[in-house]
């Protein structure tokens, strides 16, 4: 993965205060998503024949990845460069939750507009940033397959300015095209949405949730299986902390728990 200078992370942590989301292009390896993609087909398959997806909206679905193969791939979720970036933004040490996909496919629809996650506090100004998403597809993602749409400095108002400025068009919708290898961090309170697949191909995009170092989510979590477990680095099991230790990967046939994810 490239180096970024300290001061080049400096400026995209201020891009990202101002904007709630920044996109670092071509920083992962293609060879290295392709792989993911191959891997990733036939599970994403067998989940929809099961019927254990989490389903986001007509044909469209969420699941989880195993912690294992490629997918426990130290040079994507270690990377260096996010991680100074969703340090400078969320803090110190913090602590990695969630590897999962959202995919639209063919007639997949837009998604109400929403945020992943209500404000930390009720009736007070909403506060710095606790909970990243970090997204990079595992396709070119064009504005046929069903860009991810996201308004730009709405993480920092509370839920209903908002919804208030956007219904007011004070903030307007961005579609973010992005080739394979792009990576976008961004903060899950700004309005976004999903919107239609329009092609015959799945449009997987991945999702790590990095969190700040204090905070619990009880609706994702990572297992850990004790083989991948013995072989990670200082930094993938400190990252990794709070996170379940298990004999296997979990059976493709359990269904996601997440639900709840629009607010
Ligand atoms: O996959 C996408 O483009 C957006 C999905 C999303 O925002 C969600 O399901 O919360």
């Known amino acids: 993965m490239p180096d970024i200078a300290a001061s080049e992370l400096d400026a995209y942590a201020a891009q990202f205060e101002r904007d709630g989301m920044v996109v670092l292009k071509r920083h992962f390896r293609a060879e290295t998503l392709q792989a993911w993609r191959a891997a990733f087909e036939p599970l994403l398959r067998g989940r929809i024949a099961a019927g254990t997806t989490a389903v986001r909206g007509d044909n469209r679905h969420y699941i989880t990845l195993p912690f294992a193969g490629v997918f426990a791939d ?3 979720f270690c990377d260096p460069a996010i991680l100074g970036i969703v340090e400078r933004v969320a803090g110190e040490d913090p602590v990695m939750c969630q590897l999962a996909t959202d995919t639209p496919l063919d007639g997949s629809t837009y998604q109400d507009i929403h945020r992943d996650t209500p404000p930390l506090f009720d009736d007070q100004p909403e506060t710095p940033s606790f909970q990243l998403a970090v997204n990079f597809p595992l396709c070119d993602v064009t504005l046929e397959n069903g860009p991810f749409e996201t308004t730009l ?3 920092r108002m509370r839920p209903d300015d908002a919804m208030t400025a956007w219904r007011e068009n004070r903030v307007e919708l961005k579609a973010i095209e992005m080739e394979l290898g792009d990576v976008m961090i961004r903060d899950v309170r700004a ?4 919107t239609p697949n329009r092609t015959d191909q799945p449009r997987p995009m991945v999702v790590i949730g990095y ?27 400190r990252l990794l902390r709070s996170m379940p230790r298990v004999d296997s990967v979990q059976s493709p046939d359990a269904p996601e728990a997440y639900r709840k994810f629009a607010y």
């Open 211 to 237: 969190s700040r170092s204090w905070y619990y989510r009880p609706e994702v979590h990572i297992d850990v299986p004790a083989d991948v477990d013995a072989r990670l680095s200082a930094r993938a099991r």
């Open 74 to 76: 130290e040079s994507i």
């Open 153 to 155: 400095g709405t993480h």
């Open 191 to 194: 309005l976004h949405r999903g």
